[in-house]
């Protein structure tokens, strides 16, 4: 049966690992070439690992992989956002998307928007009745507007991304 599945990502499950890392290595550095940054395989891994450890501390953070059938297609790290950075954002309390990625075979066939779909879903029923992201400028803006997104004409002080914002509860 071909179905995709999401699957969250928790410390101490070696297999679990090896699949995020089999997408997150390539998502990183593509995100560090539009960046311009480069970054060692180690330290990806490393930063991988201190996302993992971390991102089970509280119930509406979450770091799952997707996959489509057996085959890990994607990654993404999203959670309800405690603050409204630096004070850029009306409240506290809108959903976010740390991170995301579908490896590029799979990009334009709908495994992005199922995804995101998923990672909404999941976000509303955590609460939040916004989301945003900070997305890259070469492969991030384009799929973001697709999915609803709007500038907000903001930038994110840390990364120095524009900030997009959807309201997902009406």
């Not at 085959?71 to 409204?84: K, P, Q, R, W, Y």
Request: charge should be negative; proline fraction near 4%.
């Amino acid at each position: 049966m071909r179905e995709l599945r999401f699957i969250q990502l928790y410390d101490g499950s070696e297999e679990l690992f090896e699949m995020a890392k089999e997408v997150w290595l390539p998502f990183i550095h593509e995100v560090n070439a539009n960046d311009g940054i480069t970054e060692s395989d180690d330290d990806i891994i490393n930063g991988l690992k201190k996302r993992i450890s971390i991102q089970d501390t509280r119930k509406d953070m979450h770091f799952e992989i997707v996959l489509f059938d057996d085959e890990v297609v994607g990654i993404s790290m999203f959670a309800i956002d405690l603050g409204t950075i630096y004070g850029l954002l009306d409240r506290p309390g809108y959903g976010t998307v740390m991170g995301f990625y579908i490896k590029p075979e799979y990009r334009r066939k709908g495994f992005g928007r199922a995804f995101f779909e998923h990672i909404q879903t999941t976000l509303q029923n955590d609460g939040a009745e916004k989301m945003y992201v900070c997305p890259d400028t070469v492969t991030g803006i384009p799929f973001w507007k697709a999915m609803g997104f709007s500038d907000s004409g903001k930038i994110d002080p840390d990364d120095e991304k524009p900030i997009y914002i959807k309201t997902i509860v009406q």
